[in-house]
């Protein structure tokens, strides 16, 4: 099982648009196969900043989320939205160890 943190800066005439288009991608993601978790959130000191924290059952289920129509759509709509390019980091999973704690 595998974990990415993406963290994304936004500018702020776009946070609320950032927040709508993640939402929608959130929607889609949670019912993909191999899907853990996938939380949207944004930072309380700094509201253009935020982490989608990505959990999947396996590198495969992980790559697949990249050829999905919402991750799709989304990248596209929020890539004029960043204040720099996001940043993704890529965590092995320790515990839990079984799908069904989470």
């Known amino acids: 099982m595998i974990v990415t943190c993406v963290y994304v800066h936004v500018k702020s005439e776009f ?8 939402t929608a991608n ?26 989608v ?8 289920a992980a790559s697949a989320h990249k050829e999905t129509n919402h991750y799709t759509i989304w990248r596209e ?5 960043m204040a720099e390019p996001r940043t993704g980091v890529r965590y092995d999973i ?9």
């Open 15 to 22: 946070i609320g648009k950032f927040i709508e288009a993640t």
């Open 26 to 51: 959130h929607r889609g993601s949670v019912r993909e196969p191999g899907n853990l978790r996938f939380d949207l959130l944004q930072q309380a000191d700094d509201p253009a900043r935020f982490m």
């Open 53 to 60: 924290y990505e959990a999947y059952e396996s590198a495969e």
């Open 77 to 81: 709509t929020v890539q004029d939205m």
């Open 94 to 102: 320790l515990q839990p160890e079984n799908k069904s704690d989470w």
